[in-house]
């Protein structure tokens, strides 16, 4: 008995049962350059005088100190 999910052997010459491979298939809706140009290149070098942190985010760590500092010693 044959497997119910194939094919009969009498329809292989038919062109209705002849399907595209895996690579055939995937690549018919694919254009001809594929390759497309970085938008955010990875890695790269990184400049080591550039500090993760901005001038602002220092200045307003200073500021929540200073206030935590002067709460501390205005009100014991």
Request: proline share 13%.
């Amino acid at each position: 008995m044959a497997r119910p999910h194939s094919i009969d052997p009498r329809a292989f010459s038919d062109p209705r049962n002849h399907y595209p491979t895996d690579e055939e298939f995937y690549a018919s809706d694919r254009p001809v350059h594929r390759e497309l140009p970085e938008d955010r290149p990875r890695g790269g070098a990184i400049d080591p005088i550039r500090h993760p942190w901005g001038w602002g985010t220092i200045a307003f760590v200073l500021f929540v100190c200073l206030i935590v500092l002067m709460g501390i010693a205005l009100f014991p």
